[in-house]
């Protein structure tokens, strides 16, 4: 490149800037200076090294506490002043910078909030979809010993299917106390409501719980 020698520090700086740039944000040395302008390595080490390290630092800021719930943005005013521009001469352009930077980060908080919301779902939804399993288990279960209960019942009125089932006596003999059977006001004494088994309380508070 003509010239070399004759390069201001500014002229310098622009070049570092255009380089940084090509590369997107790639990390600027002597030896990649050079080898893109021409300009010797020790040129660029003696006329901008500080320029180069301040370049080549990350320019963010300090987020404080919530910096988790934050994107890093690079400090607007730090990336004006390193350019060589006075930020008090371009306020509104600054001011205008910050609102959309705020905008951004509002966007971000509703995609985090988003995110979680989604997790709470897929849990209620593995969860929901367990306790319908467990129901469904449970009333089958229920009506398998339903269905077994009456079989038993209506074998023991026919001698002849006790075997089969294992029965040697009468569930309901109705030869013993006739009067007291033969009385229709006191049937409800007689077979009195069985007592839920553990089970059969589990299905109704998971019907109870989730209204089926």
Do not use: C
């Not at 893109?36 to 990350?58: C, F, H, Q, S």
């Not at 367990?130 to 398998?144: A, C, P």
């Not at 001698?159 to 106390?177: C, Q, T, V, W, Y």
């Amino acid at each position: 490149m003509a010239g070399k020698s004759n390069f201001t520090d500014d002229q310098l700086k622009d070049l570092a800037d255009e380089i940084k740039a090509k590369y997107k944000g790639k990390e600027l040395t002597p030896s990649l200076l050079e080898r893109e302008t021409g300009i010797g390595r020790m040129t660029w080490k003696r006329r901008i090294d500080d320029y180069l390290n301040a370049l080549n630092k990350p320019l963010v800021r300090d987020m404080g506490e919530n910096a988790d719930e934050m994107i890093l943005f690079p400090s607007i005013e730090t990336i004006f002043t390193r350019l060589g521009y006075d930020v008090d001469n371009h306020v509104k352009l600054v001011n205008a910078l910050h609102e959309l930077e705020l905008l951004i980060q509002d966007l971000y908080k509703e995609k985090q909030q988003y995110k979680e919301q989604s997790k709470k779902y897929e849990k209620i939804k593995d969860s929901f979809a367990e306790q319908n399993e467990k129901i469904q288990d449970l009333k089958s279960q229920k009506l398998y010993y339903e269905t077994k209960y009456n079989q038993l019942v209506v074998s023991s009125l026919e001698p002849h299917l006790r075997k089969e089932h294992g029965i040697s006596a009468d569930i309901i003999n109705f030869n013993e106390n006739k009067k007291i059977y033969e009385k229709l006001d006191s049937l409800e004494g007689n077979f009195p409501e069985p007592e839920r088994t553990s089970s059969q309380k589990k299905i109704a508070e998971l019907e109870d719980e989730y209204s089926f």
